[in-house]
């Protein structure tokens, strides 16, 4: 027999190895799509199961770290709110101490106080002109509230707690079952008595119905607060966790807390000011209204207020309120965990988290997001800085003129002009947005307040001076 050639060999080797090559190729797709449809299905059931069903959550569940057994994602967030990170007009710097009997933190926030001096010209006479730091996040706002001098300086009641603590089952247990009640009874307690009857800072269970997770307001403050704010645009007996959307709720949560309050009557009862509305103007109405002040300033007399923190009144004057973006869009954006889509409860300045806080919306790069907001915040801290020697130049007129021997119905109407001023300002100094979450309301409220502050030394001047806005007398 006749050998074949190599030349006809070739042909049929090559063939084998097309034949080996293309079971190969087959083999490795099949093994990737086994995979992939593995993958999808356990994407499927990781959605159908967005949380570990391992502990029981009721209404009687307060501590986060149980809760965190089924949501070990979320409250890996909520742990991260230890985080000291400062921005170019905010956040805190971490700062060393030692501990003492009376305050056991190693680690502090900035002083506002040795910042700006001013401060403490503008709230003389007031537990503020001797402790104001920097905010910290979440898990030290009972810490520091606890700890802070101004408990030393005047008597806190236990109205406090309302925005420092994780409070709804405490007031639950107090009141045996009603959460208005045990609300009011706290209020009256001093600061000492009702710091016994808490445990956590804002917790799970203050914001969560504990067996669907449905977001709730849980603070009676805001309760009635809203309802009175409803009431007012012709809403009667609005109640908050039965007719909010889910989006509203998103804010709501959040301005629980973050608002402008006082303490109402000898019973101290905690009441946020808007039966007229959310602006600085109709609160102001609001204050001169009832004949509230927080203190009588030391130095001029003047039946002074001071602003608490109105991210939430601010927020709704500003341009993303009137988006429908809500609080958590920005300090609690979304993010994928594998199949899972949850709300990133690390709450911190956007800046810090410009890509999925900002980008999702604005398609421009962070450097130019970033350059937008510290822009906004730059021009709101220098009418900040106008406004605050305004006031001070007020502040120090109106001692001389005390000092002088003017009585007071000759100083009534500069003093009501500080009492404006400096109320104003504070609405924009205690916001912790320098302005941004309402940049063209913060600059005409602090361009109020200038004007305020000017007047009220014309008036001191020129007896026969009309200005823009006649005096109430506040006892």
Not at 88 to 100: H, I, N, V
Not at 305 to 321: D, R, V
Not at 354 to 380: F, G, P, W
Request: proline share 5%; net charge neutral; charged share 25%.
């Amino acid at each position: 027999m006749t050998e074949p050639t190599p030349s006809a060999k070739m042909p049929r080797s090559r063939w084998t190895y097309l034949a080996l090559g293309t079971a190969a190729l087959a083999a490795l797709v099949g093994a990737g799509t086994a995979a992939l449809l593995v993958d999808i299905a356990e994407k499927k059931h990781q959605a159908k199961n967005p949380f570990f069903r391992v502990v029981e959550l009721t209404d009687e569940v307060e501590d986060p770290a149980v809760w965190g057994k089924n949501f070990p994602l979320q409250y890996d967030g909520y742990g991260r709110t230890t985080d000291q990170v400062r921005t170019r007009y905010g956040g805190s710097e971490a700062l060393p101490r030692t501990p003492d009997n009376a305050d056991p933190r190693s680690i502090v926030a900035q002083s506002k106080l040795e910042e700006d001096p001013r401060l403490k010209a503008m709230w003389a006479g007031y537990a503020f002109a001797v402790d104001f730091r920097e905010e910290r996040g979440h898990a030290y706002m009972l810490e520091d509230q606890t700890f802070t001098q101004r408990q030393q300086a005047a008597k806190q009641p236990g109205t406090c707690m309302h925005c420092h603590a994780s409070v709804y089952l405490p007031y639950k247990k107090l009141g045996e079952g009603d959460l208005i009640k045990g609300f009011e009874k706290m209020n009256q307690m001093p600061y000492a008595q009702a710091r016994t009857k808490v445990t956590h800072p804002v917790a799970c269970i203050d914001c969560h119905e504990p067996t669907t997770m449905a977001l709730r307001v849980t603070r009676p403050g805001f309760m009635e607060g809203i309802r009175a704010l409803k009431a007012s645009q012709g809403v009667a007996n609005y109640d908050v966790n039965t007719m909010a959307t889910r989006q509203e709720m998103r804010a709501y949560v959040c301005g629980q807390c973050h608002v402008e309050y006082y303490f109402k009557g000898p019973e101290k009862r905690l009441t946020y000011p808007w039966s007229k509305g959310l602006q600085v103007d109709q609160i102001m109405a609001y204050y001169d209204e009832v004949g509230f002040k927080d203190w009588s300033h030391k130095e001029t007399g003047a039946p002074t207020l001071k602003a608490q923190h109105p991210e939430f009144e601010m927020w709704n004057q500003g341009i993303h309120a009137r988006a429908g973006v809500a609080c958590a869009d920005c300090h609690m954006p979304y993010k994928r965990e594998g199949a899972l889509k949850i709300s990133d409860h690390h709450v911190r300045s956007p800046l810090l988290n410009i890509n999925r806080a900002c980008q999702t919306c604005h398609q421009t790069s962070e450097a130019e997001l970033k350059a937008r907001v510290e822009t906004i915040q730059a021009r709101t801290y220098k009418l900040r800085n106008q406004a605050m020697d305004a006031l001070v130049g007020l502040i120090g007129d109106l001692k001389a003129a005390r000092e002088s021997g003017k009585g007071d119905a000759d100083l009534l109407q500069a003093r009501y002009l500080q009492r404006r001023a400096q109320f104003y300002l504070d609405f924009v100094e205690a916001e912790n947005s320098t302005g941004f979450h309402a940049p063209e309301e913060a600059a005409r409220i602090l361009g109020e307040a200038i004007d305020f502050a000017r007047q009220g030394q014309i008036a001191l001047r020129d007896p026969g001076f009309k200005p823009t806005v006649s005096a109430v007398d506040i006892h």
